[in-house]
């Protein structure tokens, strides 16, 4: 399952994290409140197609992303949310929804929204509807190494 394949990989790199586990929750902001987290702090990860390519967004539970800005940003018509069925297929070992933010363990690019790089720590789905990690964004950043940019989110 994805949550062992994420600790190992954080147990490999010697990153020092704490494992939530709380009862089924299905949308972001419901498993920030489960696993009493700020939403803020709760990374989110949305799956779209770049130019053909999978690319990972991860942003604030609170926030949603406007694909026509993201579009005018990366300058490029040519940018889809990923379907439910290619989600499947991109990771193979997380439940629907529950993807981790480390799209390099699934050979993708990661960007990460700018208002994340501020907060402390990070927590996300550690691929399942009722685990959570939390740990220092600064790990995040050195292990994943996520483009920044400024997503326009409402």
């Known amino acids: 399952m994805a949550a062992s394949k994420v600790k190992a990989y954080l147990d490999e790199h010697g990153v020092k994290y704490v494992s939530i586990l709380h009862s089924p929750a299905f949308t972001a902001a419901e498993v920030a409140s489960s696993a ?11 799956i779209v197609y770049l130019d053909g390519d999978p690319v990972m967004l991860v942003l604030p539970a609170t926030r949603r992303l406007l694909l026509p800005d993201l579009r005018e ?12 069925r290619q989600i499947r297929d991109l990771f193979p070992d997380c439940e629907l929804g529950a993807m981790p933010p480390f799209g390099n363990l699934y050979g993708m690019k990661v960007y990460v929204a700018a208002s994340l790089v501020h907060e402390k720590e990070i927590a996300f789905n550690a691929g399942t509807h009722t685990e959570v990690i939390k740990m220092d964004f600064e790990d995040f950043d050195r292990l994943v190494r996520p483009l920044v940019i400024d997503l326009v989110t409402t």
């Not at 940003?73 to 439910?84: P, V």
Request: glycine share 4%; aromatic share 4%; hydrophobic share 45%.
């Open 73 to 84: 940003m990366l300058e490029t018509e040519h940018l889809k949310l990923a379907s439910e």
């Open 36 to 46: 009493h987290v700020a939403g803020r702090d709760f990374a989110k990860t949305v």
